[in-house]
């Protein structure tokens, strides 16, 4: 297959270049590129089955979320925005969904703004149905496989805290008695064990592992495990060879926490644990230290930075320029909604860019080329995709989007404009117009290869459409109550 573009973006060079090849193209044959050069020169040596593509149109490689979770978006689901910390009460009141179809709908969103690669991290809850955490979760994984997209899925767990960022004891004391003992009898009845935790994880991986599909393992966030859950998931993740993914510092109160309980911050506490190092990332970073961003950058550990989330949940800003500059390794996220609500990388991208600048002359924040290196390379490095994706090189597997550049540039742009500079600051996630993973088309002239998106997204509505079940309504009784 060729596939032609006016430009074809390859790799992101420095803060300033990119490698990129004017009325180019790029021949894949069975996933792997063969070859990149001038259109004119590939079309005279390869005979291809097809040819995607025109001068109307840019190829760069495929986008990588690098930090998600599944569903409908928490407000479709009824949710305003609100901090962190009341966010999660909120969310145990929310609809159960159909997990394969909630994956499902939320990758179609996701291939249609051209991201190839997900982080996807995944809450263990328990439900009247869910006997098994292997069984509901491994549909999550069939939804990616299903659709062709690349992921790295993650289960994330808990052990201290269930409610809040205190000792669940001295926090349930503090509520009217009807609430304390509703509160202690949910959470008795059936623990989620680290067991539970280590358990279906490693049947995931027996399982479900395969060229288009990484299994990591999770703690939730560093305040809400023990020494002995971050030490035996950290076992887990060096027997397996697996990657590590963990909330980190995401709110002040986060940061507040390991000062009262540490006299550290949490991620000086994991250096301590000997949690740092490449195969860890961390989402969020928003109240890092600079003793923490030498921290990362000495142990080579990520973060993955989601600017949307962070605006939305009134976390902060992150101290991306920071990070760069001491060259951490930072990706991108969209963490279950974006800006807009509708999971599009392009705007998540844009926002990364404009959101690091400082006032002042002269200060430095990310450029449109270090943003696209982030969205590609970076993600592709901590889903461990690295050297499969993130860039388009000869011997690499074919993931790679072509966006609309007539629209992008229309009715008129600056012909001198870099490609790059015109993706970041004018591309949208409706530009995305073929979308390519291991060279199998999975969106074609924006319309999906695999399913038809309006009869999945007609199963949703009909599966939503009835009263709540009594658990969620329950659940939601019992957060209006607890909420205040
Ligand atoms: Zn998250």
Redesign the pocket.
Known sequence: MILRGKYVVCRVIDDDTSEIIKDGAVFQRDGQIVEIGLYMDLKARHDPDEEIGGPDFVVIPGMVNA???MRLTPFQLGSLDMPLEPGIFAEWSSREVDPYLDTLWCVLQMIESGITTVMH?QAMVRTPSDLDFYDSNARIVDAYEDSGMRVAFSLYNRDLHFFTSQDDETFLDSLPPFLGDRSRKGMRSRPITLDDHLSASEKLIVNKASNRTRIFISPHNVHWCSYEYLLAIKDFASRHSTGLHI?LQ?TAYQKMYGDEHWGKTPLAHLKDLGFLGPDLSC??GVWLTDSDIDLLAETGTAICH?PS?NLRLNSGIAPINRLLERGVNVAI?I??AGINDDNDILQEMRLTQKIHREPGVGVASPSSHRVLDMATRNGAKVTFFGDEAGTLEVGKRADMVLLDLERISEPYLDPDTNIVDSVVYRGRGSDAKTVIVDGEVLLRDGVHTKFDRAEIGARIRESLSGPLSPAAAGRAKFNADLKP
């Open positions: 930090h998600h979770h991290n909330h995401e989402a969020h989601n989330s996220g963490d279950e």
